[in-house]
């Protein structure tokens, strides 16, 4: 009989249950909401109470509603047909999911129970064996894919019969087996694990002993890791963590691929769905998603399912292990997982450790890194599960705690630099900080010595130590000038230089350069270190850049060119008002007892209030935001001033909504939607405000280009709809000047503005600019302003996104929402979580902060009609400091950040083109813009940055370089003709330009570019 139990408490996705028999820890229970069943895990028994974390969103389920244990730990279904699949975090499958958004409650089969497979059976009757041993084999695609010996079984059994040859669907019992005892066991071809506990179907589990090639020098040639190693990569948001895995993940030489998006930005996952179905796999020429499967959970699906998208995604890599093949494993990124930690660590009010993660959060990433490994199969076979995970370190600080305890437990180590991510310097993977374990296993060396050459770990030993002596060499000339060190100086400098252009460097999306096999990387590196072992002799330092800079662009040209091609050869060198009229009267109960005040809540006890729920508290709107037992706590919106313990508490019996309808077209309203344009009250649909999330599989890849006018962006930045991407800037730039001309020159159906904390001078700015513009009934507004509560700018985001998604989803037009000041909306959030006591995390903000922004951006969209939502935001900064929490974690959700700064030198307001980032920019660039895009774009910022470096010499006071003194008067005029917020130009002009400035301060060797469109564009 089950075990059932009823709800005590509710905060947020925990929920308390007061249970009437026994649970085990990691039980799967089911809550029951109004009929709908929604799926929960326990994480902690107490007594007769457990803890649950809830793998869907609790809004409206209450004190009472009852939960049903099912005696079960979460579990993977494993069988033919988890290729080429897309499941969420409890593998459910996306693609076969009615309508565009997910519902509560809706669990779906993760394999075709109808299809038929060739099966072709591999035991006989009377075999002996055990769990994981091989019964038969069906073809997925191309792959063997092996009918196993249930994982669970124990023991020895007996092949008591197998079926013959022929067509089967998975719920056939292919086999009977006969166990010690005699009893009979039908097998089918499917079989459930549970995904927290590791398969252990296999003989032995030896140290990896070959390497794993990626096509990406700097780790294939520096930094290798082993088939069925482990790594990660770290580094600040914008640096390319998820290009670099996507890359590894298209050419990694392995036989299955898995990837985890761990609350990461839909709009990456969205690109696997657009790309991969259409990529050939290098490795066997036939199409890549046939060996892939992709477990989603996005950055605004319930927090808990982070946790089980990893665990199941190593579940399916462990299963296709013990079949003999080689499985890559991807997870995007393991730092949402601790915060999904940390935040059911917080709700459970436990002791913090580190920056409030769980105290056992190192424990818990090393026992998941241990799962990865090669394994020795009973029949003698290997198989291999190779793991690289992606950490995004809070404040790019790579000695926060989820980095430490990773590095701890992954055997490679792929930092990613900042410095070298502005300057454009792709993969940005520091050569020196980086490293690779498995280059001190002897049989990793013996196997580099048979497979490249005799003695090639000794070669890139001496790279790296090239490379760590030009950085050297950097630093003493940066302190003492160019002319005070000595020739050699410069010349272990651009010796290093040679290395990182030509081998660490790698152009992700040419052709070519793209994938570099392991021939081609042991071809260059011999190259470039034979060039670097030569005597140099040069009568200045200026000689000498001129001569490396030459030849770098040489073998640039190579690294673009077919290995060992015709060109190939001939370029070989030398050389984010009244609340009583939001209440209904349908169902009320009314309170009078006030237990706890602070400044932004108030407690209770009440019965049967669910959660989200609305109240109105002495006249003023509040909102349940915690239940445990019978107390409640409500977030007041306008403040709690002036209420008294025996307040009148009304509960209204729905969350926050807004009646959507094209008469919000040209409207402006407060945080309640109230008009307070003096016009009437609008009628429509009323809509929940904050609904449910996109199916990610409904969303389609953005792929229209969305131009401003603004350089700085357009050229450097490229923004594509359905995009998020905010502006960074202190507080005395000009960001909402900035933003109200990118809507208005933007080709939209609706611009929404989300004003929140605005002071009144920049709402009367916008409503003004809107109106002189003539754009007003394209405009729709909710305002809160400085002289209103600070709690109300909660609704903001969320009514102005449910007004968009109105637009977008119903009416298929192309919205613009604008949201301004997302600071200020999360110094709201850690207000109420100060109320409630909760444990501060980083910066005094709470630790829900990533999910309470990622809900929100998360609402872009690209739909599968020809509406879309694309998302513009202004983050301000304390003195330009991007690791703060609130720009931190906006980083890591967002699809790149757009960064004002004052210029110096030319006395312009500029969009730094350094700290600035689009993601989604290569979806456009090249495609939707002129061919030269991108090779401009890098060419320029590149020439820019070392302007920069001139700039540092000339306030050192050293002597400048003809080559320095010509970049500062480039960089000044770059700055003022394509940097500026004053531009408005086209982006074909905005090229032009760009080629103007290349010849009037560069030789055509300088520029770096690819000689094809030097000889189309370069103007004389």
Request: one cysteine or more; aromatic letters at 8%.
């Amino acid at each position: 009989m089950k075990t059932t139990g009823t709800v005590t408490g509710i905060v947020s996705n925990l929920v308390t249950v007061r249970t009437d028999g026994p649970v085990a820890e990691n039980e799967i229970c089911y809550i029951d909401l109004h009929g709908v069943m929604m799926m929960a895990e326990v994480i902690k028994v107490n007594g007769a109470f457990a803890q649950v974390q809830v793998f869907e969103s609790t809004r409206g389920l209450r004190n009472g509603d009852t939960v049903e244990f099912e005696g079960r730990m979460l579990e993977a279904t494993l069988g033919p047909g988890l290729l080429s699949s897309v499941y969420d975090g409890l593998q459910n499958d996306l693609t076969t999911m009615d309508g565009v958004f997910l519902r509560r409650g809706e669990y779906t089969d993760p394999i075709n129970r109808e299809k038929l497979w060739d099966f072709t059976p591999i035991a006989k009757p009377g075999d002996k064996v055990v769990a994981a041993d091989w019964l038969g084999e069906v073809k997925e695609g191309w792959l063997p894919h092996k009918i196993m010996v249930p994982f669970s079984f124990e023991g020895e059994f007996t092949v008591k019969s197998i079926v013959e040859a022929g067509s089967y669907n998975v719920d056939t019992v292919i086999a009977t087996l006969t166990d010690a005892e005699g009893t009979d066991v039908p097998v089918t071809m499917t079989q459930k694990w549970p995904v927290k506990v590791a398969i252990k179907g296999y003989r032995e589990k030896p140290r990896p002993d070959r390497i794993m090639e990626t096509g990406v020098r700097v780790i294939d040639t520096l930094n290798p890791i082993a088939e069925g190693g482990t790594g990660f990569i770290p580094g600040p948001f914008g640096c390319g963590k998820t290009v670099l895995q996507h890359a590894i993940a298209k050419q990694g030489d392995a036989d299955v691929i898995v990837m985890a998006a761990c609350g990461e930005r839909a709009n990456e996952v969205v690109e696997i769905f657009t790309e991969f179905p259409e990529l050939i796999d290098p490795h066997t020429g036939r199409r890549l998603m046939e060996r892939t499967t992709i477990i989603c959970n996005t950055s605004n699906m319930p927090v808990a399912a982070r946790e089980a998208s990893v665990y199941t995604a190593m579940t399916i890599c462990e299963y296709y292990r013990a079949m003999g093949l080689k499985c890559l494993l991807l997870a995007d990124s393991t730092s949402r997982w601790a915060q999904a930690l940390r935040e059911m660590s917080n709700r459970m009010e436990e002791l913090p450790g580190a920056d409030a993660f769980p105290v056992d959060l190192s424990a818990i990433i090393s026992n998941f890194y241990a799962r990865a490994g090669m394994v020795i199969l009973n029949n003698g076979q290997r198989g291999a599960v190779t793991f690289i995970g992606t950490v995004s370190p809070a404040g790019g600080n790579l000695k926060e705690p989820v980095t430490e305890s990773t590095k701890k437990a992954a055997r490679c180590f792929y930092a990613l630099e900042q410095n070298r991510a502005d300057q454009k310097r792709y993969p940005a993977v520091n050569p020196i900080d980086s490293y690779s374990k498995y280059l001190e296993y002897p049989e990793i060396v013996e196997y580099l010595d048979k497979t490249v050459e005799e003695g090639w770990a000794d070669k890139v030993a001496v790279a790296k130590n090239l490379i760590r002596r030009g950085k050297e060499a950097a630093e003493q000339i940066n302190i003492l000038g160019d002319d005070g060190v000595p020739m050699s100086y410069h010349v272990n400098f651009w010796k290093s230089e040679l290395l990182d252009f030509i081998i660490l460097q790698q152009d992700g999306f040419d052709p070519i350069d793209s994938l570099c096999p392991l021939e081609r990387q042991k071809y260059m590196l011999d190259l470039v270190l034979g060039l670097c072992e030569k005597e140099y002799s040069f009568e200045d330092f200026e000689v000498c850049r001129d001569f490396f800079k030459n030849l770098i662009n040489e073998l640039r040209q190579m690294n673009y060119s077919e290995f060992q091609s015709e060109a190939f050869r001939v370029t070989n060198p030398p050389s984010t008002n009244s609340s009583k009229n939001m209440a209904t009267k349908a169902y009320q109960r009314i309170y009078t007892k006030l237990e706890a005040i602070t400044k932004a809540t108030v407690a209770l006890k009440a019965k049967g209030v669910s959660n989200d729920e609305l109240a109105v508290v002495a006249g003023k709107l509040a909102q349940v935001v915690r239940t445990k037992g019978d107390m409640i706590t409500l977030q007041v919106f306008s403040g709690t001033e002036g209420i008294p313990t025996n307040a009148e508490v009304t509960f209204l019996g729905e969350p926050p909504v807004l009646k959507v309808s094209d008469q919000l077209s040209g409207r402006f309203f407060d945080a309640y939607g109230h008009p307070i344009d003096g016009g009437p009250e609008v009628e429509g649909e009323v809509r929940e405000i904050g609904g449910p999330s996109v199916n990610p599989y409904k969303r389609r890849q953005p792929s229209q280009l969305i131009p401003t006018g603004i350089a700085g962006i357009d050229l450097n930045n490229t923004i594509v709809s359905g995009q998020k991407i905010p502006f960074f800037a202190d507080p005395d730039q000009p960001y909402n000047r900035v933003m109200a001309d990118v809507a208005l020159r933007a080709d939209v159906d609706k611009i929404i503005l989300g004003g929140m904390g605005l002071s009144n001078d920049d709402y009367l700015f916008f409503r003004h600019a809107f109106e002189s513009a003539g754009a007003l009934e394209k405009i729709i507004c909710f305002i809160n302003t400085t002289e209103n509560p600070p709690v109300e700018r909660l609704l903001i985001p969320d009514m102005a996104l449910t007004a968009a998604e109105y637009f977008a989803v119903d009416k298929n037009e192309k919205v613009l929402v604008l949201l301004t000041d997302m600071t200020l909306y999360a110094d709201a959030l850690s207000i109420v979580s100060n109320r409630m006591d909760q444990i501060p995390s980083k910066d005094s903000m709470p630790g829900s902060l990533y999910s309470d922004l990622a809900k929100i951006y998360e609402k872009a969209v690209q739909l599968p009609t020809e509406g879309s939502i694309t998302i513009i935001a202004v983050t301000t900064l304390n003195d330009g400091d991007i690791t703060h929490a609130i720009p931190d974690n906006t980083g890591y959700i967002t699809e790149g950040q757009l960064f004002l700064r004052a210029d110096s030198d030319s006395g312009k307001v500029i969009i730094d083109p350094f700290r600035s980032l689009s993601r989604l920019k290569q979806l456009v660039q090249n495609k939707k813009t002129r061919e030269d895009h991108s090779q401009v774009m890098n060419a320029s910022v590149r020439l820019y940055a070392d302007a920069q470096n001139a700039k540092t010499k000339l306030e050192n006071g050293f002597d400048l370089s003809d080559y320095d003194r010509r970049c500062l008067e480039y960089a000044k005029e770059y700055a003022t003709r394509l940097l500026s917020i004053d531009v408005n130009i086209s982006i074909t002009e905005m090229l032009d330009t760009a080629w103007e400035l290349f010849a009037k301060y560069f030789s055509k060797a300088e520029t770096g570019i690819k000689q094809a469109l030097i000889d189309k564009y370069w103007k004389s």
